[in-house]
């Protein structure tokens, strides 16, 4: 199955998932609120959860980040 | 060609805003005869002639966002992805916008530069401007770059195809080069990229990039050319560049027309992403997550 974690606008704000039948999860334009939703879905992820880590270890960026409705969008400030 | 500068040496960025203006200029008037990529097509680009890249001298972007997923002392990265490239491969997971120079919106240096700060100050970590192909638009690049903080972390992510004379433009610009090493053979180059020469070129583009900038070669391991494409560029790794960084990407899906090519009608199996995994760790590459 293939979903636009966002539909796409032409300015960008997209994740695409993959999800394989063997439950493999494969991303591109990989966002923080896509990693954060992953990372929920599977905590033992480490690949993941460093992603996050970094971020959150960062200034405090994940704290004025929008959320657009319900879509993992992640556009610039 | 005569640069303003001609060097700007490795970590000596005080200038680099002012020698990238210089630069921008000189590369806007090369595409009165574009010989940026090694296609070496020698069109008018300003007046409107296109080469294999199609691009014409107006850059535009296709998505502008902070991203996670490259290497961790990469992250949070500030993405630019404009549009449009000088191959044309078959598996291109962004191939609408990277195959169409005129996809997505007018990339205006100075305005994006004001975002990229922001990005920074908000926590990203690196600016990154990819494609799609940046070499064919280094003009843009050069220019945005003379926008942004001499001191912020800049990523230069290429599919290493660059003439020589545009490699001369980019020296000192960027602090990381993120190349791809994408094919281990030219009969793979040429089927699912249409690329010619691929292996000269790449491997001249890598070793300057080693010489020059800090380095990491990217590979995207395919399905069913994990021996005729994996293996080939490990070897020439390990034997050329063997204290090069190597991002192994398995994350391969039959995006745009991979599925011309049967063997890619698929994503890599586990069997081959170990495969790939004990070829590294034998030649001892020195991978980066």
């Known amino acids: ?77 | 060609m005569m640069l303003a500068e001609r060097n700007v040496s490795r970590g000596s960025i005080q200038d680099r805003r002012r020698v990238a203006r210089e630069r921008a200029a000189i590369a806007r008037a090369m595409l009165a005869d574009c010989r940026l990529c090694t296609h070496n097509c020698g069109v008018n680009r300003l007046q409107g002639e296109l080469g294999l890249c199609r691009a014409d001298a107006t850059t535009r972007f296709f998505s502008a966002q902070v991203e996670v997923a490259e290497d961790m002392e990469l992250i949070p990265a500030c993405a630019l992805a404009l549009s449009g490239c000088d191959l044309r491969c078959d598996f291109c997971i962004t191939g609408a916008s990277s195959w169409n120079a005129r996809a997505g919106d007018i990339f205006d240096p100075r305005a994006m530069a004001v975002k990229a700060r922001q990005a920074l100050e908000h926590g990203a970590r690196t600016i990154m401007i990819l494609g799609g192909e940046p070499t064919i638009h280094l003009p843009a690049a050069l220019e945005f770059v003379a926008e942004l903080p001499a001191t912020a972390k800049l990523v230069w992510k290429t599919n290493a195809h660059a003439s020589a004379v545009a490699r001369e433009l980019l020296d000192g610009m960027f602090d990381i080069w993120l190349a791809d090493f994408k094919f281990g053979n030219d009969a793979c180059a040429q089927s699912l990229a249409r690329v010619p020469d691929y292996l000269r070129i790449v491997r001249e583009n890598l070793l300057w990039a080693a010489e020059h900038t800090e380095l990491t070669v990217r590979h995207l391991l395919m399905p069913g050319h994990i021996d005729c494409c994996w293996r080939g560029v490990a070897e020439w790794l390990a034997a050329e560049l063997p204290n090069v960084k190597v991002s192994l990407r398995s994350s391969f899906w039959p995006a745009w027309r991979a599925r011309v090519h049967p063997e890619m009608r698929g994503t890599v199996t586990k069997v081959e992403s170990h495969e790939a995994l004990r070829i590294a760790h034998e030649l001892g590459l020195e991978l980066v997550e």
């Not at chain 1, 879905?41 to 996050?52: A, K, Q, S, T, Y």
């Open chain 1, 1 to 77: 199955m293939k979903c636009n974690a966002a539909k796409a606008s032409r300015i960008g704000g997209e994740a695409e998932l993959l999800i394989l039948p063997d439950g493999r999860v494969l991303v591109h334009n990989l966002t923080l609120m896509v990693a954060e939703a992953l990372v929920d879905l599977n905590p033992d992820d480490e690949f993941i959860h460093r992603r996050v880590a970094a971020k959150r270890s960062g200034h405090s960026a994940a704290k004025t980040e929008q959320h657009p409705g319900n879509l993992p969008r992640r556009p610039l400030p």
